[in-house]
């Protein structure tokens, strides 16, 4: 079984930061992706950015120039740097871990919420 713990999320002003980080617990398989989901009020959830474990990078483009996700493998962490942050960001972000056979696991989600 496989636990994703989420942390960082808040509350922050417009062109603020947030950083948020996920851990993995339990048998994880070193051949995996990792990445951050978001959903907000009466919308699906959508990519925000994912990492392989080879560390190749994907984003969405509202993310591109504004976001960074990092990992660290030796600790099944996953770490997404949201800078210059907007109104439009405030969502659920849920970090999520998928293996090549295609079983996924889901954190429970973390509020960011972007205010003045």
């Known amino acids: 079984q496989v636990q994703l713990v989420e942390s960082g999320g808040g509350l922050v002003q417009p062109g603020g930061s947030l950083r948020l980080s996920c851990a993995a617990y339990?048998?994880?398989?070193?051949?995996?992706?990792m990445g951050w989901y978001r959903q907000a009020p009466a919308k699906q959830r959508e990519l925000v950015a994912t990492?392989?474990?080879?560390?190749?990078?994907k984003y969405a483009d509202s993310a591109k120039g504004r976001f960074t996700i990092s990992r660290d493998n030796a600790k099944n962490t996953v770490t997404l740097q949201m800078n210059n942050l907007k109104p439009e960001d405030t969502a659920v972000y849920y970090c999520n871990l998928l293996w090549a056979s295609g079983t996924d696991y889901w954190g429970s989600g973390t509020q960011v919420t972007v205010s003045s």
């Open positions: 339990g048998n994880i398989f070193a051949i995996n992706v």
């Open positions: 990492i392989t474990s080879g560390g190749s990078r």
